[in-house]
């Protein structure tokens, strides 16, 4: 089995080879944020940008998703919870709008990354296709369509985490440590949608494989966890100054240089995931040779 920094540099390598992949994070914040803005003012009467995968205000970093977003590395300034009541209140029905968007979204970009990076090549597959673009559209869509119910509930526990880091603070503000728990959701279900996505079972069955592999393999799930962040809270630093400069486009030109990023962590964990199983009995996709993607 590779260790986490060969399966890093690999992730690396296959990303940069084979770019296309990364309009898919980028497409989705896009539209995340232009939802989110239409949102705000309807209920609450603000502009204001909401990434997804809102971060706790008490954590400096977050543990990257499946699908990568430019929540994973900024977040609203100032933290909501310090806006009035009806801010809130929109923030919350943004995040329940967003829970089937975004399961949909995060089921066909996995679909794309096995689809891309992880099936060994088909010249018949490759000719069927008129272009690179067409492979990527159809694993979305068939992905999404395919997986939409499992990973509709993961979201939704995304979605309740994300409640608590409005509603915490509000409410418990001598509570500080309520970041803890929630990141501890986040790793114990860390490989839960590729779990779904690689073995076709449903969210309670990839749920309880993941928190299983996390404790089976903790010593490499906390060093992929470093990497990740590493990443995250590097391009949280970095990107700060570039969102004040450039103000309301911010958020558009953070996700624009998270993307391929984010896009190197996802398929990072997907190898991760894959690599706790022996060839002979791994699920479907292997990663393939980092030659064969040139």
Known sequence: MDGPGELFGQSFDA??????????PFLVDVAVLFIGAFVFLAVAGVSILFPQGYR??????????????VGDVIGPTPSLHLFPRDVIFAAAAFILLLTPLLAFAEAGFLGVLRAVYLRPADVLEEGRHPDAWSRIREAFVASG???FRPFMVLRAIQAALALAALVLPVLLPAFPNYGLAVVAVDVLLLYAPYAVIETGRGAFASMRESVQLVADHLATTLVALLFGLLLTGGMSI???PVVRV?????????????????????????????????????????????????
Request: glycine share 6%; proline share 15%.
């Open 56 to 69: 706790l205000p008490s954590l400096p970093v977050a543990v990257p998703h499946a699908l990568p977003g």
């Open 246 to 294: 450039v103000g309301p486009y911010g958020p558009y030109v953070a996700s624009a240089l998270y993307a391929p990023v984010g896009t190197v962590l996802s398929l990072y964990l997907y190898t991760v995931y894959l690599s706790f199983y022996p060839k002979d009995i791994a699920p479907q996709s292997t990663p393939a040779p980092v030659a064969a993607m040139a």
């Open 15 to 24: 990303v940069f080879r084979r770019p296309r992949t990364v309009l898919v």
């Open 145 to 147: 369509k395919k997986n």
């Open 238 to 240: 970095l990107l700060g």
